[in-house]
């Protein structure tokens, strides 16, 4: 059987590396700094999961001990991000995971990795989009008509009576256009918007935190968690839109099911890593950027989810007509009196904070693209650069139309818990690689090494499988069929497409990680 035919054939580094070096004077530019990287990641991490996916989990399964889920998933992201730093700052490379596993698990994992990616980046991007554009009503007052900022699978009747059913999410499309034609214009120019958004945004929400830590009420923290057997919550016409019932929707298993959820609110600090690439000194700086994205988003995570949960009660988070969209919004303008201004720039930072969420997921999936084009898995297209601009923009234009499909027309929570099973797949396979590659190549040189190995790689896939379980069940069943269609793909095209097919690529060797 020839190695072309080998679905389990690896890229020896010395392939990465060199496809790396032969890129440097025509492909990619190294733009990127730490300070770069570190608000590449604050910018994705914060954004739709602390502002939409917070109150999300609070009022479908947590309630006020969300703060409790987030430190179950930070826990979870602190052993995978370890892990990715390893990777990153040894394997300076765009590609992210994707290329990790190439090197150390073979083409046919590569391949299902960089599938799953899709739906962390792209629906990641989709599910942003869509907060984007309910804050963006809600800074209209409600200007924009139901139907056309909601999908057509979602619909609710109101206390008047009145059946509301979307059709189309219009400005969630249009936010999208926006940051594609800003990214196919140039990665650096990209980067200094999105620090300047990550200034601004990051001020509000530590304002949020002071001024609303005076509002708190601390009857909303009692229960701390759903107990079991609450009643599920009705819309007017008595459709449930809320139900406890389930073991991941009520007291402990409730802080397990609301860890799955918020975890979307961690997703960005392993999008570093795919600029790699674009680092100008990517051994020293990429662990600088993954690590200190995430131990300052953690801390700002914990605080705002208290204070969110204090000011307003959880069940408020359920009504569509009180704090289901738009939640900081509507905590700030309903409880917080004389603070009118500060959910008008609460609103505006969101909006803001959002665009660089989606700016960055939209780079990080296109970088995927690009790689994954260049292995011959995707079509070369994929991989054209712009002839002035050097980006990828064949890969942006591709990637507007399917996450603008899923923005459009698909509902917010579903995207972003698809989202959420991607990266949590992702972290799983990255946390094993790092155990299998010290196995293998104990003695290759590494700028950065996760510490406590074992120990470390194995708890980082135990919490993120444990999270994965805890998503519900049409999460589960759409993330199957969307694997299912990515072996399919695999079998009939990528496999055939490969770029490997020398001896020398099936293995690393220990000589392919030392310093040249």
Known sequence: ????????????????????????????????????????????????????????????????????????????????????????????????????????????VAWVIGWALIMEYALGAATVSIAWSEYLN????????????????????????????????????????????????????????????????????LLFIVIGWQFIKPENYVPYLIPEGAAPVKDASGKVIAEYSGFFKHGFGGVIGGAAIVFFAFIGFDAVSTAAQEAKNPKRDMPIGILGSLIICTILYVLFGHVLTGVANWKDFVDPEKGREASVAYAIAQYMTGYGWLATAVTVAILAGFSSVILVMLMGQSRIFYTMSKDGLLPSALGDLHPKFRTPYKANWVLFVFVGLFSAFVPGHVAGDLTSFGTLFAFVLVSIGIWILRKKSPNIERPFKTPLVPIVPLLGAIICFGMIVALDAQTLKIAFLWMIIGLVVYFTYSRHHSHLKSQSDILPKASDFEEK
């Open 1 to 108: 059987m020839s190695n072309k035919k080998n679905i389990w054939v690896k890229k020896s580094l010395t392939d990465i590396l060199a496809q790396a070096a032969s890129d440097s004077g025509e492909g990619l530019k190294r733009t990127l700094g730490a300070s770069n990287l570190m608000a590449l990641g604050i910018g994705a991490i914060i954004g739709a999961g602390l502002f939409v996916r917070t109150a999300a989990a609070a009022g479908q399964a947590a309630g006020p001990g969300v703060t409790i889920s987030f430190i179950v998933a930070a826990i979870g992201c602190a052993f995978a991000g370890l892990c990715y730093a390893e990777f990153a700052a040894m394997i300076p490379i765009a590609g992210s995971a994707y290329a990790y596993s190439y090197v150390t698990m073979g083409e046919l």
């Open 138 to 205: 809600k800074l209209l007052g409600g200007a924009i008509p139901y139907e056309w900022c909601h999908s057509p699978f979602e619909s609710f009747t109101d206390s008047q009576g009145v059946f509301h059913h979307g059709m189309i999410n219009a400005p969630a499309l249009i936010i999208l256009l926006l940051l594609t034609l800003l990214l196919i214009k140039g990665t650096q120019e990209s980067a200094l918007v999105n620090s300047i958004i990550v200034f601004i945004k990051v001020s509000i929400v």
